[in-house]
C-alpha cells in the first residue's frame, strides 16, 4: 500500500502540477516557405489540430496563402484570380476551414478555402473589396466589406455571397471590421463611437456589444481574438504620466470587463494582444528595450518574452510577434530565423503534451502493475 500511495502521489504531481508560463521551454519550427513567391513567411492562426494558416512571398510582390501540417508541410492554397498572385490566408477552424483574402481584378476579395471545394470568392457588400479575419467550425466567416457607397462595414458571411453588415449598438458604436468569430457564433472586432474606436462583442441574439476601453476618455481599443468561453483579448490606448500615451493588451469577460496584460519590461508603453486560447492563455507582442518581441501571459500569470522561454532548437531566432495559441499551448508568429529571414514559427511546449500524457499513463500502468504483484504475493503467501 505504502508503494501505491507513492505512486498516487507521482500521478497526483504530474498531473495537477501545471507548468506556469515563466516554467514552459518551447521547441521552435521555421515553417519554411513556397519557393514560387519568394523566401519570406508569415503565420497567422493555429488550430486544435496543429494546422497553421499564414502567407508567403514577399512584402512587396507575389504572395500566396498556404496551410502547413506536421505531415505535409506547407502547401500553397492558391489565388482568386490567374495571374493575379496575393493571397493571404489569416485563420483556420477546428475542422479546417480556411479564411482569407485575395487580389481579384478590381481590388480584394475575402475567401473561403475548404478541402472539398478549394478556394472560394466570398463576394463583396457591393463595394470593390472585402477582407475576410476569422472562421468558425459551421463555415461562417467575419471580416470587412465595403459596401456601394464604398464604405467599409463589418461583416458576416454564413454561405458564399450571402453577407450582411453588422448593425450598430443602441449606444451608437458602428461596426467597422471584425477580426474572430467562435464556434457559438460570438463575434469580436472595433467599430467608431463618437471620437474614437472601442471593441465590441456581437451575438445572433443580444446584438453589437461596446466594450468599452482601458482608460474611459481615451477612446481606443480594438478586440482581435476570442475563446469558445466568450473571452476577449486585443489592445486599447492608455496614458502613462512617465512614457506618455501607449498601447496595452487587454482580456475581457462578461464577469470582469477589461482588464491590462502589462508589458514587457524596457519597452515603452506598448503591448497588443492577438490571441487566446481556451484556458486563457494569451499571446500577442510588446515592445522592449531591442524591440518587438512575442509574449505569452494570462489574466493570473506575468507577461513573458518567448524568446526568454526557447528550447536550444530556438538558438539565433528572434520571436518578434505571436498571434494565436492552440488548446495544447501551440504558439505561432513570425520573427527572424537564424540566418535574419522572415519567417513563421511554431512553439511547441517541451515536453510536448502528448508526451506527456503518454507519460502519466505509463506511471498508472507501472503501479497499477506493482500492486498486482504484490497483491498476488500476499496471496501466494496466504494460502501456504
Not at 500521478?11 to 521547441?27: D, M, N, S
Not at 498571434?323 to 513563421?344: E, F, H, K, S, Y
Request: with cysteine; charged share 15%; aromatic share 10%.
Amino acid at each position: 500500500m505504502r508503494i501505491l500511495g507513492i505512486g498516487l502521489s507521482l500521478l497526483f504531481v504530474v498531473v495537477c502540477g501545471k507548468q506556469t508560463a515563466a516554467e514552459l521551454t518551447y521547441r521552435v519550427t521555421d515553417l519554411g516557405h513556397l519557393s514560387s513567391v519568394g523566401n519570406d513567411a508569415f503565420a497567422f492562426d493555429i488550430n486544435n489540430d496543429g494546422a497553421v494558416v499564414g502567407w508567403s512571398g514577399y512584402n512587396v510582390g507575389p504572395s500566396e496563402a498556404f496551410v502547413w501540417t506536421k505531415p505535409g508541410g506547407m502547401v500553397g492554397l492558391g489565388w482568386l484570380t490567374d495571374g493575379l498572385r496575393n493571397s493571404v490566408a489569416e485563420a483556420v477552424s477546428g475542422n479546417g476551414y480556411i479564411a482569407g483574402s485575395a487580389q481579384v481584378a478590381l481590388g480584394t476579395h475575402a475567401f473561403l478555402w475548404t478541402v472539398d471545394h478549394g478556394i472560394q470568392d466570398l463576394g463583396t457588400l457591393g463595394g470593390a473589396n472585402s477582407y475576410a479575419h476569422g472562421v468558425n467550425s459551421f463555415g461562417h466567416v467575419v471580416g470587412q466589406g465595403y459596401d456601394a457607397s464604398q464604405r467599409p462595414r463589418a461583416v458576416v458571411w454564413t454561405t458564399p455571397n450571402d453577407i450582411r453588415a453588422l448593425a450598430p449598438s443602441s449606444d451608437g458604436l458602428f461596426p467597422h471590421d471584425a477580426y474572430s468569430i467562435n464556434d457559438r457564433g460570438e463575434v469580436v472586432g472595433y467599430g467608431f463611437v463618437g471620437f474614437g474606436e472601442h471593441a465590441f462583442i456581437w451575438t445572433s441574439a443580444n446584438g453589437t456589444h461596446d466594450l468599452g476601453d482601458l482608460q474611459s476618455g481615451f477612446g481606443q481599443s480594438k478586440a482581435r481574438a476570442l475563446n469558445e468561453a466568450g473571452e476577449v483579448v486585443g489592445d486599447a490606448s492608455i496614458f502613462d504620466p512617465n512614457t506618455g500615451f501607449g498601447s496595452q493588451a487587454f482580456i475581457w469577460s462578461i464577469d470582469l470587463g477589461m482588464r491590462a496584460l502589462g508589458d514587457l519590461d524596457g519597452g515603452e508603453n506598448f503591448s497588443r494582444a492577438y490571441g487566446v486560447n481556451d484556458h486563457g492563455r494569451v499571446v500577442g507582442f510588446s515592445d522592449t528595450a531591442t524591440g518587438f518581441h512575442a509574449f505569452v501571459a494570462s489574466d493570473t500569470e506575468e507577461m513573458q518574452d518567448l524568446n526568454d522561454l526557447l528550447h536550444e532548437s530556438g538558438n539565433g531566432w528572434v520571436l518578434i510577434g505571436a498571434t494565436a495559441i492552440n488548446n495544447a499551448g501551440q504558439i505561432v508568429g513570425w520573427g527572424l530565423n537564424p540566418d535574419g529571414v522572415p519567417r513563421g514559427f511554431l512553439l511547441t511546449p517541451v515536453p510536448e503534451p502528448r508526451t506527456l500524457t503518454m507519460m502519466i499513463v505509463a506511471v498508472v500502468f507501472f503501479f497499477a502493475a506493482l500492486v498486482g504483484h504484490k497483491a498476488s504475493a500476499f496471496s501466494r503467501v496466504s494460502d501456504c
